[in-house]
C-alpha cells in the first residue's frame, strides 16, 4: 500500500532553517512527480514546489530563492529545504505523489501524506 510520511517540521525563528522529508513506501519514487503543498489557517492549499520524475523541478514565487526540493533514490524520499524563513511560511505543509511530470493544482496529486507543522515565530 503507498503510503506518504511527512516529518521535519517544528518551530524556528524567522530566518532559520528547516528540511522536510517525504519518505514513500509501496512505490519508486523515480517514477514519480513529488509535490509540496502548505495550507495556513484560513487559506487554500498552495502548491508551493515540485519535482517531475524526469528531475525538472518549479517553484512557486513565494518561495523561489529559498526553498530546495531534492530526491533521495537510495532512501525513497523527498526533501524540502528551506531556508530564511518568514512568519507568513507558518503552515501545515504537505507531500504529494502521482506518476510522470508536474502539474499545478491538488486535484493533479492521488497521494498524500498526513502533514507536518512547520511555525515560524521569535
Known amino acids: 500500500q503507498l503510503q506518504l510520511v511527512e516529518s521535519g517540521g517544528g518551530l524556528v525563528q524567522p530566518g532559520g532553517s528547516l528540511r522536510l522529508s517525504c519518505v514513500a513506501s509501496?512505490?519508486?519514487?523515480?517514477?514519480?512527480?513529488i509535490a509540496w503543498f502548505r495550507q495556513a489557517p484560513g487559506k487554500e492549499r498552495e502548491q508551493i514546489s515540485c519535482?517531475?520524475?524526469?528531475?525538472?523541478?518549479y517553484y512557486s514565487d513565494s518561495v523561489s530563492g529559498r526553498f530546495t526540493i531534492s530526491r533521495d533514490s537510495a532512501k525513497n524520499t523527498v526533501y524540502l529545504q528551506m531556508n530564511s524563513l518568514k512568519p507568513e511560511d507558518t503552515a501545515i505543509y504537505y507531500c504529494?505523489?502521482?506518476?510522470?511530470?508536474?502539474?499545478?493544482?491538488?486535484?493533479?496529486?492521488?497521494?498524500w501524506g498526513q502533514g507536518t507543522q512547520v511555525t515560524v515565530s521569535s
Open positions: 509501496g512505490i519508486t519514487l523515480q517514477h514519480y512527480a
Open positions: 504529494a505523489a502521482d506518476l510522470g511530470l508536474c502539474y499545478t493544482g491538488s486535484h493533479y496529486f492521488t497521494y
Open positions: 519535482r517531475s520524475n524526469d528531475g525538472t523541478t
